[in-house]
């Protein structure tokens, strides 16, 4: 009975301390940092919901065909023809559940111009080669598509290195290349949305989008899903944005011939990240980066994502601050790492405290007659229960909208439902990416190191200074899958599903608008 009585005295000092006036402010902040996040994805529910309305409008007005271009008149073939080539560049690595779905989208897409897909991995013994090459040859000559094997990377990461290989074969008419990691999913107009855009107005350096992930279940995924929901709110612009997501990336092509502002160069050259390394060339040349509302993609992660892979996958986003090319683009960074970490531990201290008052609410009744507990304590616990509340709220009906907007785009595919989240772990996952993102950006900064796919890179001033790989022995041979797609980089091979409708629409419109599209015209 006296530990009993010790615990309940050691408790309710920490809940009079907890009422303390710096307690109070972090308290009230944590209330106010919520109610920000709600904010801000309630402004990007709006932008998002206004090009739901808009093919809606264009549905009523007889366009059907609204989700891939606003003005029928458009798909005319005098209007096609004018068209721009694109070449379409997706590095890979492994392959997984999801890949194939995400292939046939992306290659499937109905832009009208002259369009090619540069699939480029390390090597022939990469499992995503086998893969690509039967998709490839499945669609046979109705799409231009093709295999690059760039090598390993010597100078920068692999992704980078696959990126700038692509860039190299790219067809010599192109006019714009767009970057696709292989974890996008393509609406059948994303193609020629974002290049309608880049002729609308040419002086953008780079269009972007953002991902909306679709959780397997696993607590991971959720947290996955939970990191990167504050993230789209600076992706859901319509328009001019600082962000940049190096899964979807449309940029000029010359400014790759020409390596303009050392876009070359920057990126081979010590380069980690592709779009902090490309986002900074913009920042530096004051060079316009947009995001057009309809660039959201779904993201489906992986069934069996799993806690340790998630943790790995944060490393990974922590670790991006590290690298830097200029002394402005490291103090950027660290004040992003220095705010980050402020406002995720000042979200979650108050969740420690008002447990902390709950409890001792609880166990006050067993001193009736003495006053164990402050009315102020509850207060905050109340306030915020109710700022949490809003916040859930505005992230359900910006994950709503974004779904409804992702379903009308791909009209085909089988629609995504809002009832397969769990908000209880969406809370659970609240707390828990907050708490470990500090965490994990210590680790990232104190050890200059990150194991990506199997692959080591050790940084030095901001750039890879050293590359370690497996070669499927030693240390690193355990990384056998990558974090979001549950892809085996050393092992399985998929089995292309069928032709879809799309898919055939794909053929037909490729062989009516270019039927010589696939000669030999690349030399």
């Given at each position: 009975?006296?530990?009993?009585e010790?615990f309940?005295?050691?408790?309710?000092?920490?809940?009079?301390?907890?009422?303390?006036?710096?307690?109070?402010?972090?308290?009230?902040?944590?209330?106010?940092?919520?109610?920000?996040?709600a904010?801000?994805?309630?402004?990007?529910?709006?932008?998002?919901?206004?090009?739901?309305?808009?093919?809606?409008?264009?549905?009523?007005?007889?366009?059907f065909?609204?989700?891939?271009?606003?003005?029928?008149?458009?798909?005319?073939?005098?209007?096609?023809?004018?068209?721009?080539?694109?070449?379409?560049v997706?590095?890979?690595?492994?392959?997984?559940?999801?890949?194939l779905?995400?292939?046939?989208?992306?290659?499937?897409?109905?832009?009208?111009?002259?369009?090619?897909?540069?699939?480029?991995?390390?090597?022939?013994?990469?499992?995503?080669?086998?893969?690509?090459?039967r998709?490839?040859?499945?669609?046979?000559?109705?799409?231009?598509?093709?295999?690059?094997?760039?090598?390993?990377?010597?100078?920068?990461?692999?992704?980078?290195?696959?990126?700038?290989?692509?860039?190299?074969?790219?067809?010599?008419?192109?006019?714009?290349?767009?970057?696709?990691?292989?974890?996008v999913?393509?609406?059948?107009?994303?193609?020629?949305?974002l290049?309608?855009e880049?002729?609308?107005?040419?002086?953008?350096?780079?269009?972007?989008?953002?991902?909306?992930?679709?959780p397997s279940?696993?607590?991971?995924?959720?947290?996955i899903?939970?990191?990167?929901?504050?993230?789209?709110?600076?992706?859901?612009?319509?328009?001019r944005?600082?962000?940049?997501?190096?899964?979807?990336?449309?940029?000029?092509?010359?400014?790759?011939?020409?390596?303009?502002?050392?876009?070359?160069?920057?990126?081979?050259?010590?380069?980690?990240?592709?779009?902090m390394?490309?986002?900074?060339?913009?920042?530096?040349?004051?060079?316009?980066?947009?995001?057009p509302?309809?660039?959201?993609?779904?993201?489906?992660?992986?069934?069996d994502?799993?806690?340790?892979r998630?943790?790995?996958?944060?490393r990974?986003?922590?670790?991006?601050?590290?690298?830097?090319?200029?002394?402005?683009?490291?103090?950027?960074?660290?004040a992003?790492?220095?705010?980050?970490?402020?406002?995720?531990?000042g979200?979650?201290?108050?969740?420690?405290?008002?447990?902390v008052?709950?409890?001792?609410?609880?166990?006050?009744?067993?001193?009736?007659?003495e006053?164990?507990?402050s009315?102020?304590?509850?207060?905050?616990?109340?306030?915020?229960?109710?700022?949490?509340?809003?916040e859930?709220?505005s992230?359900?009906?910006?994950?709503?909208?974004?779904?409804?907007?992702?379903?009308?785009?791909?009209?085909?595919?089988?629609?995504?439902?809002?009832?397969?989240?769990?908000?209880?772990?969406?809370?659970?996952?609240?707390?828990?990416?907050?708490?470990?993102?500090?965490?994990?950006?210590?680790?990232?900064h104190?050890?200059?190191?990150?194991?990506?796919?199997?692959?080591?890179?050790?940084?030095?001033?901001?750039?890879?200074?050293?590359?370690?790989?497996?070669?499927?022995?030693?240390?690193?041979?355990?990384?056998?899958y990558?974090?979001?797609?549950?892809?085996?980089?050393?092992?399985?091979?998929g089995?292309?599903?069928?032709?879809?409708?799309?898919?055939?629409?794909?053929r037909?419109?490729?062989?009516?608008?270019?039927?010589?599209?696939?000669?030999?015209?690349?030399?």
């Amino acid at each position: 009975m006296l530990m009993v009585e010790d615990f309940d005295s050691l408790l309710f000092s920490v809940a009079k301390a907890c009422t303390s006036p710096f307690a109070v402010f972090i308290q009230i902040q944590g209330c106010f940092i919520c109610l920000f996040l709600a904010l801000g994805w309630a402004l990007a529910s709006y932008v998002r919901n206004r090009e739901v309305k808009r093919l809606k409008d264009n549905m009523k007005a007889g366009n059907f065909f609204g989700f891939l271009c606003q003005d029928i008149s458009e798909l005319e073939h005098s209007m096609q023809i004018k068209l721009p080539r694109v070449s379409v560049v997706m590095p890979l690595k492994g392959f997984g559940e999801h890949n194939l779905q995400n292939w046939r989208s992306q290659i499937t897409s109905l832009y009208g111009g002259p369009l090619e897909f540069l699939f480029v991995v390390e090597s022939t013994e990469d499992p995503a080669y086998r893969a690509v090459s039967r998709l490839i040859s499945e669609f046979k000559d109705n799409v231009d598509a093709k295999i690059i094997v760039a090598g390993l990377s010597t100078t920068c990461s692999q992704k980078i290195h696959n990126q700038l290989a692509g860039v190299e074969k790219m067809h010599r008419d192109s006019k714009y290349v767009l970057f696709l990691d292989d974890d996008v999913r393509l609406h059948p107009g994303t193609v020629g949305a974002l290049t309608a855009e880049m002729i609308k107005t040419p002086e953008i350096f780079i269009q972007t989008g953002y991902p909306l992930d679709l959780p397997s279940g696993s607590l991971g995924s959720y947290c996955i899903y939970e990191y990167h929901m504050p993230c789209s709110m600076g992706f859901a612009t319509g328009g001019r944005t600082f962000f940049l997501w190096g899964g979807c990336m449309m940029m000029h092509a010359d400014d790759f011939r020409n390596d303009l502002y050392g876009v070359v160069t920057g990126l081979r050259d010590g380069g980690y990240s592709d779009d902090m390394t490309l986002a900074a060339i913009a920042g530096a040349n004051k060079r316009l980066i947009t995001s057009p509302p309809v660039a959201v993609f779904p993201h489906p992660l992986a069934s069996d994502l799993t806690f340790s892979r998630y943790w790995n996958y944060l490393r990974k986003q922590t670790f991006v601050l590290e690298s830097y090319m200029t002394r402005v683009n490291w103090f950027m960074n660290r004040a992003l790492f220095t705010v980050h970490c402020y406002l995720s531990w000042g979200f979650v201290a108050p969740f420690f405290m008002a447990t902390v008052h709950i409890a001792a609410a609880l166990r006050s009744s067993a001193y009736p007659y003495e006053e164990t507990v402050s009315s102020t304590g509850l207060k905050l616990v109340g306030c915020l229960a109710v700022s949490v509340l809003i916040e859930l709220l505005s992230m359900w009906n910006l994950t709503k909208v974004e779904l409804q907007l992702c379903n009308m785009l791909s009209p085909e595919e089988p629609p995504v439902s809002l009832d397969s989240y769990n908000w209880i772990l969406i809370f659970i996952a609240l707390l828990v990416d907050n708490f470990l993102y500090p965490l994990s950006a210590f680790k990232s900064h104190f050890s200059q190191c990150i194991n990506w796919s199997g692959v080591r890179y050790y940084l030095k001033d901001g750039k890879i200074d050293k590359i370690e790989r497996s070669n499927q022995c030693g240390p690193l041979a355990t990384k056998t899958y990558s974090d979001l797609g549950g892809k085996h980089l050393f092992g399985k091979k998929g089995v292309p599903p069928k032709l879809s409708f799309l898919s055939s629409l794909a053929r037909n419109i490729a062989q009516w608008h270019q039927p010589k599209k696939f000669d030999s015209i690349h030399q």
